[in-house]
């Protein structure tokens, strides 16, 4: 009787402290996504026809920053950490100043001074900035357990292909649903 080889992953310290990283990376990635594709669903709900043309090409712009975002973190790119701890900074404070601030000339769709504004959109937004930020805090934490800056110029032994990381489950999700919600927005604009 034949028996198969036994094949073991050798795990260290660096690649239990990688994994833990993902891992990390991973949920607050799916915080982020369930918050992006809930508040895009709002937009669509109010109408984004009623969007002035900044906010609408700044909004578009930030889909395609969050589906990458995403898809890197499902690649566990060695990039990962770096872009969310960036990106989810720099998104949080986008969402902060088009929806939270008094209403300005640009880039503004602020509830605070508007009437009518429903609680689900308040919650929302709400969920929208505290998932950039948890997705921007949890990158800097794993970016410093990789070591620092420093550890965007190394290879990380579990990245994925990026075709692995696009049809990951929660990229497929965040694509198909942010690819619809942009069609459903081009249409309620342009139609």
């Known amino acids: 009787m034949k028996t198969k080889p036994i094949i073991t992953k050798i795990v260290t310290p660096a690649t239990r402290r990688q994994d833990i990283g993902d891992r990390w990376l991973g949920r607050a ?15 669509l709900r109010r109408g984004v026809d009623k969007l002035t043309a900044d906010v609408f090409s ?20 060695r990039l990962a950490p770096l872009a969310a701890a960036v990106g989810g900074s720099v998104l949080a404070a986008g969402y902060l100043e ?14 605070t001074g508007a009437i009518n504004v429903s609680p689900l959109s308040w919650v929302a937004a709400s ?3 505290a998932a950039a930020l948890t ?11 990789r070591g620092g800056i420093e550890s965007v110029c190394r290879s990380h032994p ?34």
């Open 127 to 129: 969920l929208e900035v």
């Open 135 to 145: 997705l921007a805090v949890v990158g800097l934490w794993v970016l410093r357990r």
């Open 58 to 77: 700044v909004g578009t712009a930030g889909i395609v920053l969050e589906v990458a975002l995403v898809v890197l973190i499902c690649q566990r790119h």
């Open 158 to 191: 579990q990245q994925r292909r990026l075709a692995e990381g696009l049809m990951h489950p929660l990229a497929l999700v965040m694509i198909v649903t942010q690819v619809a919600a942009l069609a459903v927005s081009f249409g309620q604009v342009y139609g």
């Open 98 to 111: 088009v929806h939270f601030l008094p209403a300005h000339r640009w880039l503004s769709d602020s509830f």
């Open 29 to 43: 990635a799916v915080l982020f996504a369930v918050a992006v594709i809930i508040h895009n669903s709002d937009h």
